[in-house]
């Protein structure tokens, strides 16, 4: 089982930007697939973008298209989220969550094992 730590999170003005850091240890494998999830209080967790490490083949939710980009490093142990204009609607906890045991078909409607402490994002307007 991978362990995940997120960093980055912080408070910001509408418009403004951050980025996600999730790093992944793990003593024998490197997750192939890391997904961002993101928790608001009273809502549902929501799948936000998700990046096979193999081949970077990135998704993306529709709330953050545009805005939100996914990267890694070059041991593929690091994964961004780059979030640029930032709404009030993204305010969250957010997750990165790797070890796929469910497919939901598409990694952000899938289930995964390993999971992060979370980072909150705080958007004022």
């Known amino acids: 089982q991978v362990q995940l730590v997120e960093s980055g999170g912080g408070s910001v003005q509408a418009g403004g930007s951050l980025r996600l850091s999730c790093a992944a240890s793990a003593y024998t494998y490197t997750p192939r697939l890391i997904a961002w999830f993101r928790q608001a209080p009273g809502k549902e967790r929501e799948g936000v973008a998700a990046i096979y490490t193999s081949n970077g083949l990135t998704y993306y939710a529709d709330s953050v298209k545009g805005r939100f980009t996914l990267s890694q490093d070059n041991a593929k142990t690091t994964v961004y989220l780059q979030m640029n204009s930032l709404k009030p609607e993204d305010t969250a906890m957010y997750y990165c969550?790797?070890?796929?045991?469910?497919?939901?078909?598409?990694?952000?409607?899938?289930?995964?094992?390993?999971w992060g402490q979370g980072t909150q994002v705080t958007v004022s307007s």
């Open positions: 969550a790797a070890d796929l045991i469910s497919w939901g078909g598409s990694p952000l409607l899938s289930a995964y094992k390993s």
